[in-house]
């Protein structure tokens, strides 16, 4: 008698996508079924957290199906990402500001993936993106507009490149960033969970906000916190702490280049509303007419933090190093090698921070823009 091999059943796919628009449904049902009180405001502060993440997974399922996303590499000293609306002039912009050739033209959607290029500047060597055009409803998905605004996360200063005749882009562009919890040009709150060993439970250190102690546990507890210990030392809202236990938010610097402002002759005020409404600096520039490009990349330059020092072993060889501002001779070394911080304990500079040429000064002396330092082992 030959036995029969039994035929193995396929396995059943797992609908992902469908249970997570499930667990949606779910959600929104109860949220909308709440009454909206003192009473229930903790509860629907937790379910809004726990509706926008379902949401960004849906987003992120369809995304892997779909194969669509960006790979952005970062290098160079500092990353600045050009973001706006389709045909504000970025491609224009980014082959003035670097070495690229981005396609340019006078329609929408030129741009359809991350186009890279450097910026030299004072030395250093500043990588910018020209991102792909942004449109409505981006954060949900429109357009790639989800991978887009997340590959933005990567950079260190966003440049909004917004055409002077139609500011209303700027605003439809920060809703999206707000949708995404992408907040630019405000200071994070300074939240802190720190895990413990288990059966600790939730301990408080100190609470500088509104929010009673136990509505932070209760929080805590539903977000499936159990062992931590936890520190607010700010001022906020309930959605701000669920945003930043969950560690949804992401605080970005951003500036304006307010383009084409050959075609308008009232820019100057324009910039000025723009400035004071979004607390962004203003940069007004022409990529026809090539106007302000150099006071662009100034701005993009002051705005990244960063500084350019002089490394001079032998009192003539200069060699530039980036350092954020605010930087002492301890980080120099630092930057360099880590072997080199452990034996320097002093260093001749000379520039703007000392008071005189080959000034000899300790590791916390902090430098400043086009400083030469000269440093010196510990043994001499």
Not at 163 to 191: C, F, S, T, Y
Not at 293 to 305: F, P, S, V
């Given at each position: ?16 996508k469908g249970a997570l628009e499930a667990?949606?449904?779910e959600y929104q049902k109860e949220y ?227 383009n084409k402002i050959d075609t308008v ?116």
């Open positions: 008698m030959i036995a029969m091999a039994e035929e193995k059943k396929p396995e059943k796919k797992v609908d992902k667990k949606l449904g909308s079924k709440t009454k909206h009180n003192k009473a229930t405001n903790l509860h629907l502060g937790i379910l809004r957290a726990k509706i926008a993440d379902v949401k960004k997974e849906i987003v992120e399922a369809g995304k892997r199906q779909k194969g669509e996303g960006f790979f952005v590499r970062k290098r160079g000293d500092a990353t600045v990402a050009l973001l706006g609306f389709p045909s504000a002039g970025k491609s224009s912009l980014i082959n003035l500001l670097a070495n690229t050739n981005s396609k340019t033209a006078a329609y929408a959607f030129t741009t359809t993936t991350i186009i890279p290029g450097t910026m030299m500047y004072k030395d250093s060597h500043i990588q910018i993106f020209d991102m792909p055009g942004i449109i409505e409803d981006a954060h949900k998905g429109v357009g790639g507009g989800k991978s887009v605004l997340s590959a933005l996360k990567t950079s260190d200063l966003v440049v909004f490149v917004v055409d002077v005749g139609n500011l209303g882009q700027l605003d439809m562009i920060m809703k999206e960033l707000d949708a995404l919890h992408i907040k630019i040009n405000k200071k994070a709150p300074r939240v802190d969970v720190i895990e413990l060993e288990k059966n600790t439970g939730i301990e408080i250190g100190f609470n500088r906000s509104d929010i009673p102690d136990e509505d932070v546990i209760e929080i805590l507890t539903e977000l499936r916190f159990h062992n931590v210990f936890v520190r607010i030392g700010d001022k906020l809202t309930l959605d701000e702490l669920i945003e930043m236990v969950m560690g949804r938010s992401s605080y970005m610097k951003g500036i304006i280049a307010l002759p009232v820019y100057e005020k324009l910039g000025t509303e723009l400035s004071k409404k979004w607390n962004m600096e203003v940069i007004p520039v022409s990529a026809t007419d090539r106007k302000n490009i150099e006071l662009l990349k100034d701005g993009i330059y002051r705005n990244l933090g960063i500084m350019t020092v002089y490394l001079s072993p032998d009192g003539k060889e200069m060699n530039p190093l980036i350092l954020k501002k605010g930087a002492d001779i301890g980080d120099a070394a630092a930057r360099l090698h880590t072997k080199l911080m452990d034996v320097t304990r002093s260093a001749y500079v000379t520039g703007p921070s000392a008071k005189f040429d080959k000034q000899r000064v300790g590791v916390e002396h902090e430098l400043k823009e086009g400083d030469k330092i000269t440093f010196i082992r510990g043994d001499r």
